[in-house]
C-alpha cells in the first residue's frame, strides 16, 4: 500500500507591530479535507498604533494583503483558542506527531510560539522542498479566496500549497512504482 499521511498546511497574514506579528488571517488545512479560516478583529485600537507602525499597516495593506487594519469579525482575544483548535483538534487522540507545514521562517516561529505543543512538528516547506516556489508564482487551479482580499489570501494559499504537495507526491509514488516494477 502507498497511503500516506497528509500533512496539515497552515497560512498566516498579518501585520508587524512594535517588531511582534499580529495575525490577521489564518487558513488551515487538515487532513486535506478539513478547512478552517478566520479574519481577526484587530488586536488594539488603530489610535493607539505609532505612526510608523501605521505606515507599515498602511503599506502592508496596499502592497501585500489588501486586508485593512478594522477588518475581521472574530475577537483577537480567541486567536490563541481557535488557532490551537484548528491544528491540533478535539478529536485527536493519535499518538504520532503531527507534521504541519507553513511557508516561511517567521510564519513556523509564530506558529509554534502560540502553539506550544510537543505532539506537533512545525517545519517550513522551504527547509524540506527547495524546489518550492514562491507562494505568489504556485498554481491557482483547484483553489479559492476568502472575498475578503484578492492578493496572498491566507486561504487561497493552503489551497496552493496543498496542491504542489499533493503533485509532488503522485510523481514521487509513481516514480517509486516504476522503480520497484523495474526492480521485478
Known sequence: SFAMTVPMFVDLQGFI???K???KEV???RKGAILSHYIFTCSMSWSFLTKSEKYCVSWLSAYH???????GTIPYSMVKRLITMAVIGVEECDDNKALVYVKGREK???????LDSDNLIIETLDADYKDI?????????NTMRCGKHIKNCALQNVFKIHNWWS???KKNVSSLKNKICDFY
Not at 513556523?108 to 502560540?114: G, N, Y
Not at 516556489?133 to 487551479?141: A, E, I, P, R
Request: aromatic residues 8%.
Open 17 to 19: 507591530v512594535g517588531n
Open 21 to 23: 506579528f499580529i495575525v
Open 27 to 29: 487558513a488551515v488545512l
Open 65 to 71: 494583503h489588501g486586508l485593512q487594519w478594522e477588518d
Open 108 to 114: 513556523r516561529e509564530w506558529l509554534a510560539d502560540i
Open 133 to 141: 516556489d514562491s507562494l505568489h508564482n504556485l498554481d491557482v487551479t
Open 167 to 169: 503533485q509532488g507526491q
